[in-house]
Nanobody
Framework: QVQLVESGGGLVQAGGSLRLSCAASGRTFIIHPVGWFRQAPGKEREFVAGASWSGPNTAYADSVKGRFAISRDNAKNAVYLQMNGLKLEDTAVYFC?????????????????????WGQGTQVTVSS
């Protein structure tokens, strides 16, 4: 089992920045891909960013490319999401997730069904 706890959410003005953190415990996720998803009211949970278990490969939703950056620190069992140039449409609950093991070294899963462990979420609200 992996327990995930997100932090770093909050209220920010459009154009501002936030850095989300996700701390994992229970077992190491060094061989698992990791990802960030978000869910706005009335909408389905959507992929935001992900990183392969080996680290070097990342993937981003088109809506956040060039503005968000995912990183992982396997030594600390932590995942981060740096969010710059925030827009009103980025407002959502953000979830950290750990994918199942067994994926290829450089594979970055983007589907909700490809992740086995989820945090409780942290609210990000962007105001005008």
């Amino acid at each position: 089992q992996v327990q995930l706890v997100e932090s770093g959410g909050g209220l920010v003005q459009a154009g501002g920045s936030l850095r989300l953190s996700c701390a994992a415990s229970g077992r190491t996720f060094i061989i698992h891909p990791v990802g960030w998803f978000r869910q706005a009211p009335g909408k389905e949970r959507e992929f935001v960013a992900g990183a392969s278990w080996s680290g070097p490969n990342t993937a981003y939703a088109d809506s956040v490319k060039g503005r968000f950056a995912i990183s992982r620190d396997n030594a600390k069992n932590a995942v981060y999401l740096q969010m710059n140039g925030l827009k009103l449409e980025d407002t959502a609950v953000y979830f950290c997730a750990v994918g199942r093991s067994g994926f290829g070294t450089y594979y970055v899963p983007v589907g909700v069904y490809e992740y086995d462990y989820w945090g409780q979420g942290t609210q990000v609200t962007v105001s005008s």
